[in-house]
């Protein structure tokens, strides 16, 4: 039975690979999460009985550390961290204190037999970025803020540990990924609750900033598959959509779909980490997902019926 840790197991893409990895009756699952931002609501422990939710908060090493005795894990996905482009810019210190549990995990992967470590990296590492699509190999990393910053320095540790402790690892570098699980503090979760009430959908400045949107049954299943076809090993992989749009698009668009009458209120910038365009080049996880991507219109309906 392999046995597979989920650390930040509770929130938007953890919560959807703890289901998918759950559903396979042979699976042993260990969810932990501080339940800062997660919800113990989303994990499916009523559905699969094969979940163990364990709070416990990955940076300190007391909490996490008797979990890895105690289970022995085989695999473990560390999506664990403080995320969100507000509550990163306004508490630093807390999105610095994350490597100290990628240095957690790691070393505790390490000292226990672990096969491969899979970490949420993510798009912001490319930070302004100077070429489209960002590729994986070519497009420099030009992170400033502190959670790309953390991001960063993850992917370095998990580079390292393999050099100098033969500790395999996948970093996935997650685009805006949204579902049904996704909090409202992310735009396409918190466009679609307004727009289902008929209130104003505000947008940070004139809406010309662009981004993809991925649904997260493509990122899971992409991740599983990586996982499963032993691909993408002591590498990395982007991990989103290539159908770019602006945020204005994405407005008008969730208010085509709900048929609302929201109105767009325009806000002033944000000061920072509001990047202007975020394109992925996905060639290599369109081929660990062999299928067509969802599309928002399809992915914002799947959200709708799940309410």
Not at 206 to 225: I, K, P
């Amino acid at each position: 039975m392999p046995k597979f840790l989920i650390t930040g197991g509770a929130g938007n893409i953890g919560s959807e690979t703890v289901e998918k990895l759950a559903s396979f009756a042979d699976n042993f699952v260990v969810v932990v999460d501080n339940l800062l931002t997660g919800n113990v609501n989303k994990i499916p422990t009523s559905v699969h009985h094969n979940i163990k939710f364990i709070k416990a908060d990955c940076n300190c090493f007391n909490d996490i550390g008797s979990i890895f005795y105690a289970y022995q894990f085989d695999y473990v996905f560390h999506y664990a961290a403080v995320v969100g482009v507000k509550r990163t810019l306004a508490n630093p210190i807390m999105v610095l204190n994350d490597v100290e549990g990628i240095k957690n995990i790691l070393n505790l992967s390490k000292n226990t037999g672990v096969k491969r470590v899979f970490y949420s990296s993510s798009s912001e590492v490319y930070g302004e970025p100077v070429e489209f699509p960002q590729n994986e190999k070519t497009t420099p990393l030009n992170s400033k803020l502190p959670y790309a910053i953390v991001k960063n320095i993850g992917e370095a540790y998990l580079k390292s540990f393999q050099k100098e402790y033969n500790l395999d690892y996948t970093i996935f570098r997650f685009f805006n990924t949204y579902g049904p699980n996704q909090s409202t503090d992310f735009v396409v979760k918190k466009f679609l609750m307004a727009a289902l009430s008929h209130q104003d959908i505000t947008i940070y400045g004139d809406g010309s900033q662009s981004r993809t949107f991925c649904y997260v049954d493509d990122n899971v299943e992409a991740c599983y598959n990586a996982y499963k076809t032993n691909d993408v090993i002591n590498d990395v992989v982007n991990i989103g959509n290539d159908n770019e749009m602006s945020v204005l698009q994405l407005a008008n668009t969730i208010i085509s779909i709900t048929h609302s009458k929201s109105k767009i209120i325009h806000l002033a910038p944000l000061e920072e980490g509001d990047m202007t365009r975020r394109l992925p080049d996905i060639r290599r996880m369109k081929e660990l997902l062999g299928r067509n991507l969802i599309s928002i219109e399809d992915g914002v309906k799947k959200i709708i019926a799940t309410l």
